[in-house]
Every structure is written in C-alpha cells, then in structure tokens.
C-alpha cells in the first residue's frame, strides 16, 4: 500500500505514496487531512511486533476519527480514553469496555460515575482528591497512580501538570486501598517525541526507583503503563517501530520486575505518518524593500490544525509543486487576522523561491494532533476537514 | 439592564450584574458563555458617542453569535470581516454589502471573486500580490493599504504580519491606480488592548507621516481606518469608552487632516465585557509534599477557550463561590490531557484555599475571542457553549 508512487500527470507534487498521490490530485473545498488507513495499521502491526506481550491502548485523542478506531477495534486494540466523550465513541463504535481506560488525571465526577455504569474499570489518578472522586463514583474500581517524569530527554518534556511524586504515589497505593479501591501499578510518560528508545533510560531508571521501593514497602504490584512518547517522523531520523518499541520493552522488563500486565498508549507515533495535510498558498509578498524574508501565508494556521507549531515546537515538512526550483528563507504563517497566527518565524522554512497564491501544498505526516485541536470557527474559516481513503 | 443585583439565595458568587447573576446560578452541562447582548448595546453606545463621525465596523471575529450581530445591525454598526464565511454571516442576518468590508489582508483569490458579487466594496491589501488577486478578482474594488506599525504601546503589539512599510504603502496606493483599482487611503492597527488613549500618540505620529507623504506626493486620499485596539476591563485600570474614544478621534482627526472618512474596527472593546463564562473545578490538588503551589484544574482550557492565556498574555478575573475566604497561589490549568494546556503558571492566580471539585467558577470579560478559538473536541471535549440573554 505505502509502495512509490510515481507523481500522476495531475500534479508536479514529489509524492511518496498513495496517500500524498491522492492529496496532491484530489479536489477540495478548503483544507483537508487525508488519513491512510492501511498505513495506520501497518505501523501498528509494527509497533505490536515490537511491543510483544504490552497491551496496545491506542491514545484516542490523537486523532479519534472513525475509520482510525474502527480498523483499531478490528485489530484488537485497547483505547486510552481523556474524556468522558471520547469513552463514548469508543463504545459506540464496538470497543469493549474492558479494554478502554479513563486515563485522564482530571476528570468530572459525573464523568467517573458514568464511565463506571458503562463498564469502565481502570482509572488513571494522581492525587488523593482524585481516589476520592473515583471510590465515590466508581467503588471498587481499579487504579493507578501516574508518578511524575523528573527527567527526560524527550523533544517535548511534560510538565508538572500530571503525575506526582515518589513519595506520595507511595501513600496514595495504600490510601487508594483504604477507599475500596483496587490500585494496580503506576503510570508515566516519558514525554512527547522520544526520538530514541535509549532516550528512555534515565526516565526508567527513576521510574524503576519507585516501582523497587514500592514492592520494598509490601505493595502487590501488577501494573505498570509506560505512557506515550512513541515519535513520528518530522524530519528528524527517527529508529524504526518495531526495532524502537523492542529496545523500549527490553528496558522496561529490566526495570520492572514483576509487573504481569504493560500498557502501552502510542498516540501520535501510531497515527502521525498515516496523515497529510493538502493545503494551498494563500500568499507570498515582501512587506518592504528591506525585508530579509519573504512571508508566504497557507490556507492553514495554528487555529485551524497547526496547533503543535506553537513555540515552533513541531517543523512539518512542506511538499510543493514548486519543489526542485531555488527555495529561499520564509516566515509561514497562518490566515487569519491573529498576528499569533504565525507557524515558523524564529527559524524560517526554506520553501520554493517561486511560491505563489493558489500552489497546493502537502504537510506531511500531520494525522496526529492536528484535526481536533482545528477552532470551530476562529475567524470565520470552517475546521479541518478530515477524510480517510 | 446592568443594574447592581444582589447575590440570589441560590448562588454564593459576589456577582455584580444580571449576566452574572444568570451565570452563577443556571444550569449548564457544559462550560459555556453567556452574553449580555443589552450589555453589548450600551457599550456600543457609549463607544460610539466618543468615535463621533467614525464609522464603526465590528471585528466580527471577536465573536460572531448571531445576536450580536443582529442587534449590531438593528443598531446601524458597519462589519469588518475576515472571511468569506464571516461576510456570509453578516448577509444572512440582514447587514447591507456596502457595511461590510473585508479587512483580512490574505484572502483566497475565490473569495474576493464570490466577495465582490456579493456586493463587497472595499479591500485590504499590503503587497502588489493582493492587489493583482483584487484587481482580477472584483475589478475596480476600493482598497485601502494597511501600513506596519513600529512603535506600540499596546499590551500586545502585533507582529509584522500585517502590513506595509511606508515606501512600499506610497507604491501601492500608485500601483492599485494603475490595476484599474481605487485607493482609499490607510488602515493600521495600533496593538490589542492599548488601555490609554494617550497610548495611541506614538503610533498616530508615525502613521501621520505617511499620510502627509502620501498627499505631498500627490495622492487623493480619502480614508483612513484606525483599526481596533480598544480596551476591555481585564484587572488593569481603562478608562470609560466614551472618554477613550473620543480622546482617540481628537488624536486622528489632527493626525489625519482631510480623511472623509473614517473607520474604527472595535472587536474586544465592544464585546468582551457583555460575556461573563460559567465553568467548574474538575480538581484542586497537591502532587508533592514539597510543592509550593497547589494545581487547580478547571473544565475550560486553552484549547477549549481560553486561547488567550497563551504566553499567560490575558490575566482574566476568576470568581468563585469561596470568595472572601483566605487565598493562595496557585498553578491554574484546563482539564485536557496536554501539557502545554495550563493557564497561568510563571505567574500563579490567587484564589480560594477551600475550592474544590465542582465549585462553579465565572471568568469575567469574556465575550472576545473565546468561542471561535475553542477546538471542535480537543480530547473528546466539546466546544464552549454559548448562548446570549
């Protein structure tokens, strides 16, 4: 399915695919993600060749298109759920309800009582407040604690936002069984983008710290869930999913012994490369004569897909029509009135010198985190567009 | 309409309005906004009495909810639009083609072709690009060239996005003649949120050259339109909208002798403090024994709302049903899964030691630039709600 492809007569784009073929070519009213189906289900063969006996729990917030969860369902995969809405479709789309976690650390007690009447069983917390809201809204249900990253070498480490510390992820194991609970393992994640499997050995070795002195303090563990952080590629080499996701395992059973049952919650690295974005040049000008760059302005911006460019954390790849001509540096930015609406400015892009308004452009692997951060409206320009082939 | 009423029996919230009186006390499934369209009214008004002779054309990308606009175009307001889709909008509610102007500076060369027959009249450009898709696209267009500001006072000066210098604005102005196209004259955007009047000084004199150029060298013009920039209450001292506005036109009207007509493109100034956003407390923690801060997690996030928070750029003001009880600092963030989605964080909120999970929470002067920015299910979230009283 991901054979070359030779650029049809349509289009002058250098595609790679099928999937870039049909983006290149296809007609669309504004600007679309095309996802690859297929392609999403090779890696994740791919990533479950690597990952042996883990358990896949597909991050839905990723990207929780249809087709993506159907062909996932299919395939046997487990879901990592944020939100009370997203357990929904889950279900709604045949998922057993065994098989998704609530693995949100913030969640509405009304969303816990919920999702325990709907046969969700597993909860994510990282506080004592939190047990509360889950022993009084789903008694008896399993549990584990997310235990905060101090360090990571990943592209984008965590903030303290989730997870807590050593210390008290000990406590909240023995206060999670005064409330009736059941509490399991722990959880982590070792940030966002971990380019290299071995980049994951500090963050195990702190983790693995944790997991000793709990046993060490007479806890019966039986779960551990290594999160996320499973990279796509960007432009930045990157280590092959089945040979990164079996160096990631074989670090992971040195470091907790014991543990019967792995989670895994590929998201963006299970999802990314199995999407394009088509879009167009909305416009390339100077804005004055003695301006170093030219600004080239897509028909998408950071509040219509391009969320992840914030701080110009993630640098797409563009493809153009123009590519093989002389490229020059350039500002790209959004269309909106927002002057916040900037993608690449610290760091120019180096596009086409001979760009222009209405020239079709593919930004690749975009199928994660990418549709469902698009504004409902933001300036009056309708959201990302999503199909599958 | 916006008389002082006193806290019902139902709510414990210090409100001070109607609109918050409803906030505090209705019942709402999800965050949602609630806006004061009588609120909006008076402050159009009062805007308007101070702009004298200006002719006011509404952001509409500041919040595009049906009865704003309505009422807006009961009330006579002209309309500055981003978009097709916004100009759309404005048409299907009633507002004249002629009161429309499509202000965005990077526009679809198909929609300046539909824009024009649908009777649009007027233009923005900043580059001979955007004149050559104009002069294609809607033959004989009025436009007027949106010049660069240097200098700013504004809590947020914009970037260069928009806008050209002042040699390349002289050629345009030539350039848009010869394109078959008429040249109005000038808009700028002297920065969002500029809370004094006198702030506008700097910005006014640099723009005042250009215009004085611009006629020295023999250019007719006619126009000139001072963009937004007007402030909303957000904690900081403004000053009243009449006394602001009419501070601002005795400014424009020395700085710009001979302008016929001019425009102001009030947006957050006009609808900010007609919308008051009823949220609740997902979780109100502490992760270590050693933090400093606790977290408290709210039901609205940046990508569910509050985009303005980024760079923790807007401070807004928080009112809870624990006021008036002891405070401290802490780290404010939104109920997704992602980290960078926090609120303020360098600089920690100050509220109510005993909030806990499922507090109601108002978030005042939000009726600008939150329900478009919202993300259409961001971790399985829906969108902000809006409705209008």
Partial sequence: MTQQIQPTPETRLPVQNRLEAYAATATFDRPTLVLDVDRMEEQYHALKRGLGRADIHYAVKANPHRAILERLIALGSHFDAASRGEI?????????????SFGNTIKRAADIAWAHSAGITVFAADCTQELDKIAANAPGAQVYIRLIVETSNADWPLTRKFGCDRAMALELLDYARELGLTPLGFSFHVGSQTRRAEFWEPTLAEMAEVWADAKAAGHALRLINIGGGFPAFYGEAIEAPTDYAAHVMRLVEEAFPGAERIMAEPGRGLVAEAGVIACEVMLASRKSERDMHRWVYLS?????????TEGEAIR??????????????????????????????????HLPLALEAGDRVLIRNTGAYTSTYSSVCFNGFPPLDVIAI
Same sequence: chains 1, 2.
């Fill in 88 to 100: 929904e479709l889950c279900l709604s789309l045949g998922a057993r309800a065994e098989h998704v």
């Fill in 300 to 308: 998408i911006g950071r509040f219509s897909g391009l969320a992840e």
């Fill in 316 to 349: 797409y790849e563009f493809v153009t029509e123009k590519d093989g001509g002389p490229t020059g540096p350039c500002i790209l930015a959004g269309p909106s009135c927002d002057s916040a609406d900037v993608l690449y400015e610290k760091r120019p892009m």
